[in-house]
């Protein structure tokens, strides 16, 4: 059974944990909020509870009195002081994740004033065409929007509109949302350069919802590298399996789910002698690159399993 199979995953997530409840990467010490997040949709799907409390408890801790959160902390200590526009409402994801598993309001209620002032500085990151600006610092916003970090506040916000609901909170984001016209703006070539060479550029606007079958096949054509799984940049060869999993969300929330499935047969053959994934492979030079066994490639692996067999049997978040 692939819960059974994902076990070790799930456990190298919860031994990378220090003990002040941030997820690293790896043994190195390094924390990205938004993978933090990731790492703990993966704990409330095997509901892990314990190790999933700690892990919210650290991110709220380090918020600050905006709303925001440091783009990345190593071994404790904040290494990049700016603020990523998706990071912080990330953590709607695995709160809401939580919910559809026990139902348990109070732990929503529990959080209700850090839930608010994070929809408030997401939505204070929006410029005046309703775009996002992708970080900030101490000289303001970035000028730059970005499709991936974009399409992942959408997310957040329309995760954001369930818990709302429950908690009687105001909704007032249609501006920030994404649609197919907004996909295609030039906004999102960053510096004035295009990223579709980039997987994540193409597939992201697909765990929206937006796309359809055109797009879809040509991404797999671009992307796609059969028996192994989805390349990071088009012209590498090299796969990466977080990439990989979560266009694997992509399809099954694009009602391609034999598709899902197939990928997601051929990348649990890289699992090692441990039952780890590592972050990608280099194939044309037949190793994996780069060294390392992150554990939000594992969580990302866990949550397409989620969304393609139901291994929590309740509902993926990225599928309500």
Known sequence: ??????????????????????????????????????????????????????????????????????????????????????????????????????????????????????????????????????????????????????????????????????????????KILLNQEKINSKKFDRDGVSRKRFSMDNYYPFLCGIGNDEFINKTISNFYHEGLGIKCVIEEPWVTFAESSEFIISLVKMNRKEDARKILEEIMRFQDNRGIFPTGYQYKLDILWPDEFSTWTNAAVIIAADCVFGISQKRNVFLV
Request: with cysteine; hydrophobic share 35%.
């Open 1 to 174: 059974m692939i819960k059974h199979q994902l076990v070790p995953a799930k456990d190298w997530i919860i031994e990378n944990q220090n003990k002040s409840g941030s997820i690293y990467w790896d043994h190195r010490g390094k924390c990205d909020p938004w993978d933090h997040c990731e790492c703990l949709i993966a704990l409330a799907i095997y509901e892990e509870w314990d190790a999933f409390n700690k892990g919210i408890e650290w991110f709220f801790n380090n918020l600050n009195a905006e709303g925001e959160i440091a783009s990345e902390f190593i071994n404790g200590k904040v290494t990049k002081g700016y603020a990523e526009s998706h990071h912080a409402p990330y953590v709607f994801l695995p709160l809401y994740q939580k919910f559809l598993i026990d139902n348990d309001i109070d732990y929503l209620v529990k959080y209700k004033k850090e839930i608010q002032s994070i929809y408030n500085s997401t939505l204070a990151f929006t410029d005046q065409e309703g775009f996002l600006f992708w970080a900030k610092d101490e000289d303001g916003y970035s000028d730059n929007s970005l499709i991936t970090a974009s399409c992942s506040v959408h997310i957040s916000l329309k995760t954001y509109e369930k818990i709302a609901i429950t908690l009687d909170l105001d909704c007032n984001h249609e």
